[in-house]
């Protein structure tokens, strides 16, 4: 689901500007990396664009948080210093805050919501930060966050809701279009909106005429929401979990109305896809919020076509365990993980016969259950389980093709009841 974004009813009046982003950048010089941007080729030619990688996972923490916490901690006196600094997150915030609160010696405590995967829970207590996990949700864990800074005199920094920590953000815009200035698209990934509130700041301050669109996951559509007034809820378990925002920032709002051309909503399905891609073809590991912009041009292919695309990729903080699974999914997905329910007489030789037919075909087989207790089937019968590996869908139909040519009666196991 896409929507267009309404067109600005008054000039908004906060602080932030494409200068309030350069004195960030001067700030923040010789503390972050600037990222490469990259042309690939592979990617281009899959979604029939140009598409460039803004390859913000080359982060310190693996992620452009790191340009917003040190653009919020290098404006803090000596006092709010040694009182210390407090965060939510649910993982790259966290990450960025911490680091840089080490480097500066800034005693740091991090509130995650419980779930955080595991990987972004330990990276952040690596990097030397108090961890406290509060909370079903980001804004649960927000106000507990709010709740300890209050009492305890900590200064919050909000992810994306915090004038200085977008500017760092945003500083990633000017990269971008110094790298490729033809870039004519940019597609950014939205949580609270920080990020692509920044990068249109920048990215436009430079060429005017720029396309900056959003993309949000199919269950948290907040700032959609914001926009059209709409109530649609936001909610559910996402692989995009570092964009799982509720409620859009109030201070992006206004800024994303004004300056984005379209926001756009993705599935499940298409983000998965997107990790898939980034890995397999763009050489690139992702987690969900980075893959976001990969997915929106696949799920709205006609938006991009023929055009020249930098997508942020915004962290590559994803855990193996999931990354596993998507791949294997994703193999699946285009019929080159397979597994087929073969009924066959139950005498010796079978099993060999229907593996060697695999074996012939160039298949590899994964997995064999051979069952002679299903009622359905004769009592002199079997039912063999095989999961093969192909090269892709012809080669997966050429395998059944012959194994029926066999004698053998073939049923393709739908994925969905696994």
Same mark, same amino acid.
């Given at each position: 689901?896409?929507?267009?974004?309404? !067109?600005?009813?008054?000039?908004?009046?906060?602080?932030?500007?494409?200068?309030?982003?350069?004195?960030?950048?001067?700030?923040?010089?010789?503390?972050?990396?600037?990222?490469?941007?990259?042309?690939?080729?592979?990617?281009?030619?899959?979604?029939?664009?140009?598409?460039?990688?803004?390859?913000?996972?080359?982060?310190?923490?693996?992620?452009?948080?790191?340009?917003?916490?040190?653009?919020?901690?290098?404006?803090?006196?000596?006092?709010?210093?040694?009182?210390?600094?407090?965060?939510?997150?649910?993982?790259?915030?966290?990450?960025?805050?911490?680091?840089?609160?080490?480097?500066?010696?800034?005693?740091?405590?991090?509130?995650?919501?419980?779930?955080?995967?595991?990987?972004?829970?330990?990276?952040?207590?690596?990097?030397?930060?108090?961890? #406290?996990?509060? &909370?079903?949700?980001?804004?649960?864990?927000?106000?507990?966050?709010?709740?300890?800074?209050?009492?305890?005199?900590?200064?919050?920094?909000?992810?994306?809701?915090?004038?200085?920590?977008?500017?760092?953000?945003?500083?990633?815009?000017?990269?971008?279009?110094?790298?490729?200035?033809?870039?004519?698209?940019?597609?950014? !990934?939205?949580?609270? &909106?920080?990020?692509?509130?920044?990068?249109?700041?920048?990215?436009?301050?430079?060429?005017?005429?720029?396309?900056?669109?959003?993309?949000?996951?199919?269950?948290?559509?907040?700032?959609?929401?914001?926009?059209?007034?709409?109530?649609?809820?936001?909610?559910?378990?996402?692989?995009?979990?570092?964009?799982?925002?509720?409620?859009? &920032?109030?201070?992006?709002? !206004?800024?994303?109305?004004?300056?984005?051309?379209?926001?756009?909503?993705?599935?499940?399905?298409?983000?998965?896809?997107?990790?898939?891609?980034?890995?397999?073809?763009?050489?690139?590991?992702?987690?969900?919020?980075?893959?976001?912009?990969?997915?929106?041009?696949?799920?709205?292919?006609?938006?991009?076509?023929?055009?020249?695309?930098? #997508?942020?990729?915004? &962290?590559?903080?994803?855990?193996?365990?999931?990354?596993?699974?998507?791949?294997?999914?994703?193999?699946?997905?285009?019929?080159?993980?397979?597994?087929?329910?073969?009924?066959?007489?139950?005498?010796?030789?079978?099993?060999?016969?229907?593996?060697?037919?695999?074996?012939?075909?160039?298949?590899?087989?994964?997995?064999?259950?051979?069952?002679?207790?299903?009622?359905?089937?004769?009592?002199?019968?079997?039912?063999?389980?095989?999961?093969?590996?192909?090269?892709?869908?012809?080669?997966?139909?050429?395998?059944?093709?012959?194994?029926?040519?066999?004698?053998?009666?073939?049923?393709?196991?739908?994925?969905?009841?696994?």
């Amino acid at each position: 689901m896409s929507s267009a974004v309404k !067109p600005p009813a008054a000039q908004t009046t906060s602080v932030l500007s494409a200068d309030t982003v350069r004195a960030a950048r001067a700030r923040m010089a010789g503390k972050i990396i600037v990222t490469p941007t990259v042309y690939s080729e592979a990617l281009s030619q899959a979604t029939k664009a140009t598409v460039y990688l803004k390859l913000e996972l080359m982060q310190h923490t693996g992620a452009f948080k790191a340009r917003g916490a040190i653009a919020k901690l290098s404006t803090l006196t000596d006092a709010q210093k040694k009182a210390g600094v407090i965060a939510m997150s649910a993982g790259n915030h966290a990450q960025g805050v911490a680091y840089h609160a080490s480097k500066l010696g800034i005693p740091a405590t991090i509130v995650m919501p419980q779930g955080t995967p595991f990987v972004k829970i330990r990276k952040t207590r690596d990097y030397g930060a108090t961890v #406290l996990l509060e &909370g079903e949700t980001l804004v649960e864990a927000a106000n507990y966050a709010e709740k300890l800074a209050a009492e305890k005199g900590y200064t919050f920094i909000h992810p994306y809701n915090d004038p200085e920590v977008i500017a760092g953000q945003g500083t990633l815009g000017f990269e971008m279009l110094e790298a490729v200035p033809e870039l004519d698209t940019i597609i950014v !990934p939205i949580g609270g &909106g920080g990020l692509i509130t920044g990068v249109a700041l920048a990215a436009k301050a430079i060429k005017p005429s720029i396309n900056i669109i959003g993309v949000e996951p199919e269950l948290y559509p907040s700032m959609s929401n914001a926009l059209n007034g709409t109530n649609r809820p936001c909610t559910g378990a996402t692989i995009a979990e570092g964009i799982a925002v509720q409620t859009a &920032g109030e201070t992006s709002v !206004p800024y994303v109305r004004e300056l984005v051309s379209k926001v756009v909503t993705v599935t499940e399905t298409s983000i998965e896809r997107a990790i898939a891609m980034l890995a397999t073809k763009g050489k690139t590991v992702s987690e969900g919020a980075g893959a976001a912009p990969l997915a929106a041009m696949l799920e709205y292919p006609d938006l991009f076509a023929g055009k020249t695309v930098g #997508l942020v990729v915004s &962290g590559g903080n994803v855990d193996a365990r999931m990354l596993s699974s998507v791949l294997m999914r994703d193999l699946v997905r285009e019929r080159q993980v397979l597994t087929l329910n073969i009924e066959m007489p139950d005498k010796p030789g079978q099993l060999h016969a229907v593996s060697g037919i695999c074996a012939e075909e160039g298949a590899n087989v994964l997995e064999v259950i051979h069952s002679r207790f299903a009622l359905d089937l004769s009592a002199r019968s079997a039912r063999l389980g095989i999961t093969i590996e192909t090269r892709d869908e012809d080669h997966a139909k050429q395998v059944m093709d012959r194994i029926r040519m066999s004698g053998f009666k073939l049923s393709l196991r739908d994925p969905n009841e696994e």
